[in-house]
C-alpha cells in the first residue's frame, strides 16, 4: 500500500478503534453502576439496622428515666412516655429480625437477646402498673441490672457486628469505583488518541493549505494596510505611464478616487508641461534598472509642490521590466518650515552679531526696534528696562500696532507678572487668567494674548520682553520670545557693564567728573576738530579758592563734599558736548567746543557767581562761602596745541590769584610771551598740564 493510501486507511482504523473501545467502556459503566447500586442498597439496609438496634436500647432508656423521674417526683407527666417507649422497643426487636433475616450469626445472638429483652419490657411494665395503682416503686432489683447490663452487651455485640459489614461493604464499593474509573480514564485516553491521531491525520493536508491561504490573505491585508495607511504616495506605472496601482493618499492628489486614476496615464491627469518631465525622469530610472531617490517639483492644484520621491523598476516574474514603481512623500511644509526655521537661525545670528557690534546701550536699542518686528511679524511688542532707581521701568523700545490700546510707557516691578515671579508669564486669553497691569487695553482685546519674558542676565533682573497680540500666541513666538529675551539681556547687560567700566575709568570716583587721562585724550580730540571745522575751542581752568581751609577747619569730609557740590554744578552749567573733568586736588578744567574766547568768558563768569552762592552744610555745620579763580584761554587765541593752551589757562589762573582770588581772568598773551609773563620759574615749561604744580590757594 502506498503512503497516500495508509494516511487514507489509517484515520478509519483508528476511529472504528476509539468507537470499539469507547462502546466497551460504556458496557462496563452499565455493569458497574448496577452493582454499585445494589452496593448502596445493602450499605443502607446495614445503617437502618444499626440504627434500629440503637433505637431499642434508647426506648429501654427512656422507659426507665420516666419510672425513675416519676419515683422521685410523682409528677404524673413522668409516666406518659413509659407505655410508648416500651411498645417501641417490643416493635423495633421484631423489626430486627426482619433485617437481619439473611445473617445467620445475627439470627442467633437475636435468639439470645430476645427473651431477655421481653422479660425486662414485662418487669419496666409491671412497675408502671404498680406506679400507676400508687404501690411503692421497689427500684432497681438485682435481676433488672443483670437483665439491663445483658440486654446492653447483646445490642452492643449486634451493632458492632453491623458496623464491621458496613466497612467491608464500603470498602467493596470503594474497590469496584476505583477499577471503574482508572479503566474508563485509560480507555478514554486510549480513545482520544486514536481520534486526535486520527483527526490529525485527516486535517494535516488541510491544515496545511490553510495556512498558505491565510499567509497569503495576511500578506496581501498587509500590503494593503501599508499602502492605503500611509499618507505617502504609492505607485506602479506601466511603460506607457499608465496607472497600475495607486493608493488613496495619492489619487487625492488628482481630486480622484484610486479607481478613477486607474488606467489612465500621466497625461490624462496633470498637464503636459507638468506630465511630460516627470515621464523624463522615469525613462532614466527604467534605463537605468535601478531604485533612485530624488526630488520633484509638481504642479498640484495650480500650487506647486515638493515631493521625495524613491523610483525603480517593476520586473514581472521573468525579470522584465514592466514599468515604474514609486513611493512619494510631500515634503512641501517640511522645506518651508526648514525654510523658516534657517530664516529665524540667520535673523537671530544677525541679531546677535549686531548687538554684540554694539558700542553704547542706545545703538542695541536700535538694533532691537529694526529686527524685533521682524521676530514678531503679528504681535506687538516692547523691551522695559529698570530705572537707574530700580523703582520703575521704562520702555525703551517698541513695535508693532497700538491700535489695541499700546502698553504703559513705564510701570513699577509690582504690575508684571514676569518681573514678580522671576520666570515668563504667559496669558493665553486676556479673558481668562491674571494679565500684567501694564498690558493696557486688556479689556478692549477680547481673544488676544500676551507674554512677558524676564531679561536676566548674570543673575541680575535687568527687565522685560512684552508681547501682546490679538489672537492666540502660538508655541514658536513662545520659543522665538524665549531665545530673545536671552539674547537682548546677555548684550544689555554687557553694554551696561562695558560702560561701567568704561565710566570708572575715565570718571572720578569723588566728583562723577572726567578724569585726567581722559580729558587729555578729549582736549586733542576736539583740538583736531576744530583745526578742521575752523571753528573755536575754549577751556576754563577753575581752581577753589583757599580750599586748604575747608580740610584743616572742617575735616577732609567736608572738603570732598566741597568738591561733589562744585561737580555737580558744573555738570548741571555745561552742554552735553562739554567735558568738565577734575585734573587733581580741587583743580577742575572745563572744555568748550565750539565757544569762543568770549562767550566762554560770560560762562565762566556765570559759573563763578553760581559757586559763589553755593550754601553748603556738612554735619548740620554750614561750611561759608565758597569761591574759585578762573582763568580762561581759547583755540586759536593762545595757541593750536594742546599743551599751549593749558599753560595760557594756567597763566590767567594764576593771574586770578595774585590779583585777589575770586573772579575770571581771560589770558592775554600768546605762547611767546609765556616764558616772560613773570610767572613763577618752571611754570612756562616744567608743567604744562594743570594740577601738578603749587601755586597759592
Not at 44 to 50: G, K, N, P, Q
Not at 196 to 202: E, P, Q, S
Not at 261 to 289: H, N, Q
Request: glycine letters at 8%; a neutral charge; hydrophobic letters at 45%.
Amino acid at each position: 500500500m502506498s503512503m497516500a493510501g495508509l494516511k487514507r486507511v489509517l484515520p478509519v482504523a483508528a476511529l472504528v478503534a476509539a468507537l470499539a473501545l469507547m462502546s466497551t467502556i460504556g458496557g462496563v459503566w452499565y455493569t458497574s453502576s448496577r452493582q454499585e447500586a445494589a452496593a448502596v442498597g445493602w450499605v443502607e439496609h446495614t445503617h437502618v439496622a444499626i440504627e434500629t438496634l440503637l433505637r431499642i436500647g434508647s426506648a429501654l432508656a427512656v422507659a426507665e428515666n420516666g419510672l425513675r423521674g416519676f419515683a422521685a417526683t410523682h409528677a404524673d407527666e413522668e409516666l406518659s412516655g413509659v407505655a410508648p417507649a416500651l411498645e417501641a422497643a417490643a416493635a423495633r426487636a421484631e423489626e430486627i429480625r426482619e433485617l437481619t433475616h439473611d445473617n445467620l450469626g445475627q439470627q442467633r445472638r437475636l435468639d439470645e437477646l430476645q427473651p431477655e429483652l421481653m422479660r425486662r419490657i414485662q418487669l419496666l411494665f409491671a412497675r408502671l402498673r404498680a406506679q400507676e395503682q400508687g404501690a411503692q416503686d421497689p427500684g432497681i432489683t438485682p435481676e433488672t441490672a443483670r437483665l439491663s447490663q445483658r440486654i446492653r452487651e447483646g445490642l452492643a455485640r449486634m451493632v458492632a457486628v453491623e458496623q464491621r459489614l458496613l466497612e467491608q461493604r464500603a470498602e467493596v464499593s470503594r474497590g469496584r469505583a476505583l477499577r471503574l474509573r482508572t479503566m474508563s480514564l485509560l480507555g478514554l485516553a486510549i480513545s482520544i488518541l486514536l481520534i486526535l491521531g486520527a483527526a490529525f491525520v485527516m486535517m494535516h493536508e488541510r491544515r496545511r493549505a490553510q495556512r498558505a491561504e491565510r499567509a497569503l490573505r495576511t500578506k496581501h491585508r498587509l500590503l494593503d494596510s501599508i499602502v492605503e495607511g500611509t499618507d505617502d504616495t504609492v505607485l506602479v506605472r506601466d511603460l506607457d505611464g499608465r496607472y497600475l496601482l495607486i493608493n488613496t493618499a495619492g489619487a487625492r492628489l488628482f481630486g480622484k478616487k484610486p479607481g478613477e486614476v486607474l488606467g489612465k496615464s500621466l497625461l490624462e491627469l496633470m498637464p503636459s508641461e507638468v506630465a511630460i518631465p516627470v515621464m523624463r525622469r522615469d525613462e532614466d530610472i527604467i534605463r537605468a534598472g535601478v531604485f533612485r531617490t530624488l526630488e520633484e517639483s509638481v504642479v498640484v492644484g495650480g500650487v506647486t509642490r515638493t515631493f521625495l520621491s524613491t523610483k525603480g523598476p517593476y520586473r514581472d516574474p521573468d525579470q522584465r521590466i514592466i514599468g515604474i514603481i514609486g513611493i512619494s512623500r510631500d515634503i512641501t511644509e517640511r522645506r518651508d518650515l526648514e525654510a523658516a526655521r534657517l530664516a529665524d537661525v540667520k535673523l537671530q545670528l544677525r541679531l546677535g552679531e549686531l548687538l554684540q557690534a554694539c558700542r553704547v546701550v542706545d545703538e542695541a536699542y536700535q538694533v532691537i526696534e529694526q529686527l524685533a518686528p521682524r521676530f514678531f511679524p503679528a504681535e506687538a511688542g516692547a523691551v522695559y528696562l529698570f530705572h537707574a532707581s530700580r523703582d520703575h521701568l521704562e520702555a525703551h523700545v517698541t513695535w508693532g500696532e497700538s491700535g489695541d490700546g499700546g502698553s504703559a510707557r513705564t510701570f513699577t516691578p509690582d504690575d508684571c507678572w514676569a518681573i514678580r515671579r522671576g520666570q515668563p508669564h504667559f496669558l493665553e486669553s486676556f479673558e481668562m487668567g491674571m494679565g500684567c497691569k501694564h498690558a493696557a487695553g486688556r479689556d478692549e482685546v477680547a481673544g488676544g494674548s500676551m507674554l512677558c519674558v524676564p531679561l536676566l542676565a548674570y543673575g541680575e533682573m535687568l527687565g522685560t520682553l512684552h508681547l501682546r497680540s490679538r489672537g492666540p500666541m502660538g508655541e514658536p513666538v513662545r520659543q522665538r520670545a524665549a531665545v530673545l529675551s536671552e539674547q537682548i539681556a546677555m548684550a544689555l547687560a554687557n553694554l551696561q557693564l562695558r560702560e561701567k567700566l568704561r565710566n570708572q575709568s575715565i570718571r572720578d570716583p569723588l566728583t562723577g567728573l572726567f578724569n585726567r587721562r581722559y580729558t587729555e585724550e578729549t582736549l586733542t580730540r576736539e583740538l583736531h576738530r576744530a583745526e578742521r571745522q575752523s571753528t573755536s575751542m575754549s577751556m576754563l581752568a577753575v581752581d577753589v579758592d583757599h580750599f586748604k581751609r575747608f580740610n584743616d577747619t572742617f575735616g577732609h569730609e567736608a572738603g570732598d563734599k566741597v568738591l561733589r557740590e562744585i561737580a555737580k554744578l558744573l555738570i548741571e552749567e555745561t552742554r552735553g558736548g562739554d567735558v568738565a573733568s577734575r585734573m587733581g586736588g580741587e583743580e577742575l578744567l572745563v572744555v568748550l567746543p565750539g565757544a569762543s574766547l568770549e562767550n566762554a568768558c560770560v560762562k565762566a563768569e556765570r559759573i563763578r557767581l553760581a559757586i559763589k552762592n553755593l550754601q553748603v552744610t556738612h554735619l548740620g555745620i554750614p561750611l561759608g562761602p565758597i569761591t574759585v579763580s578762573v582763568g580762561v584761554a581759547a583755540f586759536p587765541e593762545q595757541g593750536r596745541q594742546a599743551e599751549d593752551l593749558l599753560r595760557a589757562a594756567d597763566v590767567a589762573l594764576y593771574r586770578a590769584k595774585a590779583e585777589g582770588r575770586d573772579r575770571v581772568v581771560m589770558a592775554e598773551v600768546s605762547l611767546d610771551s609765556v616764558a616772560a609773563s613773570g610767572a613763577p620759574p618752571g611754570l612756562a615749561s616744567d608743567r604744562p598740564i594743570l594740577g601738578i604744580r603749587s601755586r597759592p590757594t
